[in-house]
């Protein structure tokens, strides 16, 4: 089995979804559980983008230990050093570059010539390089970009210094035959391409993100970018959970497997969600409210018998729990406390006594306190300290 890596962008991608703003508090809080559910990196925002995002993204730097921390930024020098300010506090600072490769970014966003892209693009990588050990560079629109001139680009930011290629799909326009043949391209016609890793970055425009995500990783991507629910840009990006249940269900198939730890899956899912306000389709793959419901008779007698008749992922692999604990104005503090640990948020005995609190006033005027209602009075707290 090879290691795959796992580079989420929802703190960056995933909050380009049109609707979404998070505040630092929130940041930290995603970045947390990231960091739980094993990601390998994560891109935490776009530091010169605004100073909000620049001390989420410090914030989230000195803060997070255990996953590699990155900082998006066009290839202009002051939007690297905002991004080494944001993170020279991290434990291993990496920096996010892209440019356009795609001849018509070239001509009308960038108004440059495909010479000045590549000019700027390896100025800017060796400038970068004066600061961060870590480079990834992305050739934005790579898929609608001519593939000799990506592979003359690439081999040029490589001897610059960069230690991550990206090729996105910006647009969502590739198919996974056509994706996992530019992979294949790119890793036989780049002579230093072995000194790299090689990643891939797909956007859910016609509904093929993840399927191009794993073609990607057939033909030679070692890194797999995307966010948790799939959230992002117009119709989102990959989404990271069915990346890694796919590759983990059709393990007879795919000799790969992620660093992951599955059943945070859900906490994570629900935790992004709540707060970026983006609620999950029922039927969404893998933690809609539905992937594990069956209505009709025939497949609920099928399941009760062997729930393999229609289930090929258990709930538990990717931690949703058949436990329901009902809460009501009977329930004490510790099944209270016991129900604030499965969100995975920790809550001082102050926060926890207020929220107990404010869960009773509740019970007074509803039979039931569902999970949305204690996660909505549990994030309020959290957000006000
Ligand atoms: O989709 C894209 O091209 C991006 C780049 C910034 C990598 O998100
Ligand atoms: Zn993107």
């Known amino acids: 089995m090879s290691q795959i890596k796992i580079f ?3 703190l960056r991608d995933g909050e380009q979804s049109p609707g979404v703003n998070l505040n630092k508090l929130e940041k930290l809080e995603i970045a947390r559980q990231l960091e739980r559910f094993g ?20 914030a989230i730097a000195d803060t997070i230990k255990n996953t590699s ?33 795609s001849p018509i970014h070239m001509e009308y966003k960038l108004k440059k010539t495909p010479e000045e892209v590549i000019e700027t693009a390896v100025s800017m990588v060796s400038y970068a390089k004066q600061k961060f050990k870590e480079i990834e560079w992305s ?14 680009i690439i081999e040029k930011v490589i001897d610059a210094g960069a230690t991550v290629i990206n090729l996105p ?58 966010t948790i629910n799939g959230i992002g840009e117009r119709a989102g990006n990959a989404a990271l959970e069915e990346v890694a249940v796919a590759l983990k269900i059709r393990s007879d198939y795919y000799p790969y497997e992620t660093g992951l730890k599955l059943n945070e899956i859900k906490r994570t899912s629900d935790i992004v969600a709540k707060l970026t306000g983006m609620y999950v389709q029922a039927n969404k793959a893998i933690i809609g409210r539905n992937a594990f419901a069956h209505e009709s008779g025939i497949h609920q007698d099928g399941v009760l018998k062997n729930a393999e008749t229609y289930e090929i992922i258990t709930p538990e ?3 949703v729990t058949s436990n329901t604990l009902f809460l009501g104005k009977h ?25 107990f609190d404010q869960f009773k006033k509740l019970t007074d005027h509803k039979k039931e306190v569902t999970d949305d209602d204690l996660y909505t009075i549990v994030m309020e707290i959290k957000t006000d300290s």
């Open 69 to 101: 921390v990155i900082g998006l930024a066009r290839t202009i020098k002051s939007d690297v050093d905002i991004a080494w300010d944001a993170l020279k506090g991290a434990e291993n600072p990496a920096i996010h570059l892209f440019l356009a490769t």
């Open 317 to 319: 692999l990717v931690g």
């Open 39 to 58: 990601v390998d990196r994560m891109e935490a925002g776009f530091p010169a983008s605004s100073k909000g995002d620049f001390e989420a993204v410090k």
């Open 169 to 226: 799909d910006t647009v969502g326009y590739t198919t996974p035959v056509e994706y996992g043949k530019l992979f294949r391209y790119i890793s036989e016609n780049v002579p230093n391409i072995d000194q790299v890793e090689l990643s891939c970055h797909c956007h859910n425009d016609l509904g093929m993100a993840v399927a191009n995500s794993i073609a990607a990783v057939e033909n030679g991507a070692t890194q797999v970018e995307g």
């Open 331 to 355: 329930s004490g503090r510790h099944a209270f406390k016991d129900k604030v640990k499965e969100f995975g948020v920790e809550l001082s005995e102050a926060e926890v006594k207020e929220a």
């Open 139 to 152: 050739a934005e629109d790579a898929t609608r970009s001519d593939w000799k001139f990506l592979a003359e």
């Open 8 to 10: 989420d962008t929802t």
